[in-house]
């Protein structure tokens, strides 16, 4: 099993920045990617950025290509989310998740591991 844990949401002004966490615990030689998603209220979860877990390729949602940066840090076991000129509708619970297959992927569905969640709330 893999756990994940999430930190770094909060409340932040439109136009600002801020940075996820996630730190990878357990049995991280599953891992071939990692995928940031969001979800907010009444909405289905959506994918926002995947790594893979030993190379640096990336993928983007259109939504924040240019203003989100994904990265890792192997030896911490941390995959980060920088988020840079946040919007309102960036506003959502943000979840890391961990894919055992092959391929950078975007639908919910094909990661195996969740984390609990952070809350993102960018005030206009």
């Known amino acids: 099993q893999v756990q994940l844990v999430e930190s770094g949401g909060g409340l932040v002004q439109a136009g600002g920045s801020l940075r996820l966490s996630c730190a990878a615990s357990?049995?991280?030689?599953?891992?071939?990617?990692m995928g940031w998603f969001r979800q907010a209220p009444g909405k289905e979860r959506e994918f926002v950025a995947a790594?893979?877990?030993?190379?640096?390729?990336?993928y983007y949602a259109d939504s924040v290509k240019g203003r989100f940066t994904i990265s890792r840090d192997n030896a911490e076991n941390t995959v980060y989310l920088q988020m840079n000129s946040l919007k309102p509708e960036d506003t959502a619970v943000y979840y890391c998740?961990?894919?055992?297959?092959?391929?950078?992927?975007?639908?919910?569905?094909?990661?195996?591991?969740w984390g609990q969640g952070t809350q993102v709330t960018v005030s206009s």
């Open positions: 357990g049995r991280t030689f599953y891992i071939y990617a």
């Open positions: 790594i893979k877990w030993t190379t640096s390729n990336t």
């Open positions: 998740a961990a894919d055992r297959s092959i391929g950078l992927r975007t639908t919910p569905e094909a990661y195996d591991y």
